[in-house]
């Protein structure tokens, strides 16, 4: 298992489009089926600032979700108009 932690920044005024963009993106991404969890937060002070919490069973399917219709639609496509990634890290579970 691993997990994928997005920080991102939405563009002054794109924050609605980001909400729902990541919405959709959130959806498709969880019908995969080697996507056990994926979850994208809103700060709650900073309405322009995204984290997005992932979690695949193996490099395989992420590579899958990066490979799928949904991700380049919503991901290469729509959201680098909208704002900007940050940082994006891969962590292995302890446990």
């Known amino acids: ?3 994928l932690v997005v920080h991102w920044e939405a563009n002054p005024g794109s924050e609605a489009e980001v909400v729902e963009t990541f919405s959709k ?3 498709e991404s969880r019908k995969e089926p080697g996507c056990r969890q994926y979850v994208a937060h809103q700060h709650r002070e900073n309405a322009r600032q995204f984290l997005v919490y ?5 490099e395989a399917a992420l590579q899958a ?3 799928s219709a949904h991700f380049k639609q919503y991901a290469v ?3 680098p ?3 900007n990634r940050l940082q994006a890290d891969l962590y292995n579970p302890l446990n």
């Open 81 to 83: 108009r909208l704002g």
């Open 65 to 67: 979700h990066r490979d």
């Open 77 to 79: 496509g729509d959201l």
């Open 54 to 58: 992932e979690v695949y069973d193996n």
């Open 25 to 27: 993106l959130a959806a």
């Open 1 to 3: 298992m691993l997990v």
